[in-house]
Structure formats: C-alpha cells, structure tokens
C-alpha cells in the first residue's frame, strides 16, 4: 500500500515548454486535488476531482490543466510553463464521507 | 474569500517545553479545521481534525482547540522533543462533500536538545 506517489520527484523546464505531473492513489478514494505551495505562502489549491470523470477550478487554475484519467489517477498539465509556475506541487487523495486528505511527497518544479 | 493566518511564522524551543501553537480564520463558517505536519521535503502528515461542532481534539502530547466564533485554533505540544522540529500547517475546511482546504502559511518549529 504505496498511498499517493507522484512523479517526478524534481524537473527543471525552459519557460514555454510543456510537461505533466503523474498522481496515483492506491487507496481507491474518490477525491483528488492539486495544490502548489511557493517559498512563505500556504498550500494553494489548483484543480480538484471530486469523482472519477469531474473536475472543477480551485483558487489559481490558470496556467494548468488536468485529467482525472481513471480512479486512481490525477494528472496536472503544464501547456506552456512560465517562471511564475516554479514551485512544489502536491497531490492529495480524500475517500467520500471521511474528512482526512493523504498527501503525495510532491514535486519539486523549477521553470527558467 | 477565507483567509487563514499562523502565529508565530517561525519558533525555536529547547526540549521539553510546552508550547502553542496559533491558527486564526476569516470566516466562521467552517466545516472543519485539521492541523498538519510537514517535514522538509516531503509531504503533509495530517495529525488532528476538529470538527466545527467539537471543541478539541488530543493525540498523545498534541492537543488541539478550535472556537469557531472567535475564528481561532491553537495546537498544544507538550514536553516538546527534537523529533517534533517541522512546520505545523493549519487548514481550514468548508464542506464535506468537496473537501477543500484553506492553509495557513505555516509555524516552523526547531526544538533543540
């Protein structure tokens, strides 16, 4: 029982090129998220799925899209990565009628 | 818009203390509050989850309060031990059904020997 792994672990990209970040949970729960956490600020919700084939906008969409590809699956889609995406991004996994989220142990993003 | 705000931002203790830790809200309409830990690298680690109509919750030495109309919550350490060195992250939840959290920036706590 992995729980939520996320890959890579590191990546560096050059401003304008596009990469997806791979979560996976093991825990078959329902709800995934996306969250971005920069240098002093608090973790930042990005996108969420509620359910296998649903996703909503959370705080700071913009700049990223995401696929909730099967039930153990969430990736996040980078289409044109910018300076301002540098940063650590973590997925994270909640079964429907429970409250407690399980964190992935994030990306470590750096664009140039 | 909820905004959550952590006191101290950062706090260095020698072992054995009791400290506290403080989390304050915007907006009391909360579904639940969680505290968390994270250490340097890794992921968050959920440690207590209070929910709006309870007023704390105990894990070993950790203890936390939540009074929602006054929009705070503290996290109580007792006997603090170097192993307790991380940044302790407050979120605040709105609903169950979507389960989304508002953070805190965080209180990086170093307890040394």
Redesign the interface.
């Known amino acids: 029982n992995a729980g ?1 792994t996320q890959t890579p672990k590191f990546q560096v990209l050059k401003t304008g090129q596009s990469m997806t970040l791979q979560c996976a949970q093991d825990m078959n729960h329902n ?1 995934m ?1 996306w ?1 971005r956490q920069d240098p ?6 990005i996108y ?1 799925s ?1 359910s296998e084939g649903t996703t ?1 906008k ?1 705080e700071v969409p913009n700049g990223y899209n995401v696929s909730r590809l099967n039930k153990r699956e969430f990736s996040l889609r980078l289409e044109s990565a910018a300076p301002s995406q540098t940063s650590v991004y ?1 997925c ?1 996994s ?1 079964e429907r ?1 429970t ?8 990306t470590r993003l750096t664009v140039l | 818009k909820q905004e959550v705000t952590q006191i101290p931002a950062a706090l260095s203790v020698p072992e054995g203390e009791n400290l506290v830790l403080n989390c304050s809200f915007t907006d009391s309409a909360i579904y639940n509050l969680q505290w968390f830990r994270q250490d340097p690298g890794k992921g968050l680690t959920s440690l207590l989850l209070i929910q709006s109509s309870q007023r704390e919750q105990t894990s070993g030495r950790l203890n936390a309060s939540l009074d929602k109309s006054s929009g705070r919550s503290t996290l109580y350490i007792a006997a603090s031990q170097p192993g307790d060195s991380a940044t302790y992250l407050c979120a605040v939840g709105r609903g169950s059904t979507l389960g989304r959290l508002y953070f805190g920036r965080g209180t990086q706590l170093t307890v040394w020997p």
């Open positions: 939520v709800s998220y969250y002093g600020m608090g973790l930042r919700l969420y509620a909503d959370g973590f994270a909640r009628g409250d407690t989220q399980y964190f992935g142990p994030g």
